[in-house]
C-alpha cells in the first residue's frame, strides 16, 4: 500500500563559497515497512537478501527500491553486474521523479554507460537539469559551474521552471569572465547533442 507522495523545493546558497546547492525537485513516496526492510538490509551490506527483497517494489514500481537494484547490478552487490540492466532500473526510478536515480541515467546515458552514447536525455530538460546538478556537484567531469550554468540554461529553454531558478542561483555565484563562457558552452553542448546519432 502506498503512502502520500511529497514535493518540496529547497534551495541554499553558501555565501563567498564556491559549493551551491540548488533548488531540486524531490518526489518521494513513503515505503512500506517491507520496502524499508529490504533498502536497510541492502543498505547494511546483506545485498543478497536486500536485492531477493527489493526485485517485487522495483516491479511494483516503486522508485527507491528501482534505484538500488540499479546500484546493485552497477556494483554487483547481491547479483552479476550488467551494465544494460543498471540503466534499466535508473531510467524506471527517473520517469518517477527519483532524483538520484534522474541523475545516474543522465550520467549514463550521456557517457555511454550501459548503452550507446545516447543523447536523448540529454535532450530532455529533467535530465538536462540532472547533468547541471552534476556538472556542480563535481559528478562525473569534475566541478565546473559553467557548464553546470548551461545545462540549466537548456532545461530551462525547455520550460522546466526549477531549471530556470538553478541557472539564476548559479549565475549569481559566478564572476563576468564565468557568465561570459556559460553561452558558448551551451552552444557546445548543443553540438554534441546534435551530433551524436
Known amino acids: 500500500m502506498r503512502s502520500l507522495t511529497i514535493q518540496m523545493v529547497c534551495a541554499v546558497i553558501v555565501p563567498k563559497s564556491p559549493i551551491l546547492a540548488l533548488s531540486i525537485m524531490i518526489v518521494a513516496s513513503l515505503p512500506t515497512k517491507a520496502e524499508q526492510s ?45 551494465a544494460k540492466t543498471v540503466v534499466e532500473w535508473y531510467r524506471r526510478g527517473a520517469e518517477q521523479g527519483y532524483v538520484k536515480a534522474q541523475l545516474n541515467v543522465a550520467l549514463a546515458y550521456l557517457g555511454g554507460a550501459g548503452t550507446a552514447v545516447d543523447t536523448e536525455l ?17 559528478e562525473g567531469t569534475g566541478l565546473d559551474m559553467v557548464e553546470a550554468t548551461a545545462w540549466f540554461r537548456l532545461a530551462g529553454e525547455g520550460d522546466l521552471a526549477i ?3 538553478n541557472e539564476r542561483l548559479a ?8 557568465v561570459r563562457l556559460v553561452e558558448p558552452t551551451r552552444q557546445q553542448l548543443l553540438s554534441a547533442i546534435d551530433a551524436t546519432p
Request: proline share 3%; charged share 15%; net charge neutral.
Open 122 to 138: 540529454a535532450g530532455l530538460p529533467r535530465g538536462q537539469n540532472a547533468l547541471g546538478m552534476a556538472s556542480l556537484m563535481g
Open 38 to 82: 529490504a533498502i536497510g538490509m541492502f543498505l547494511a551490506g546483506d545485498y543478497g537478501t536486500g536485492v531477493a527483497g527489493l526485485r517485487d517494489p522495483a516491479r511494483g514500481g516503486d522508485a527507491a527500491s528501482q534505484f538500488y537494484l540499479g546500484v546493485a547490478y552497477a556494483q554487483g552487490w547481491g547479483v552479476i553486474s550488467n
Open 171 to 178: 549565475r549569481n555565484q559566478m564572476d563576468a569572465e564565468m
Open 163 to 165: 531549471a530556470r531558478i
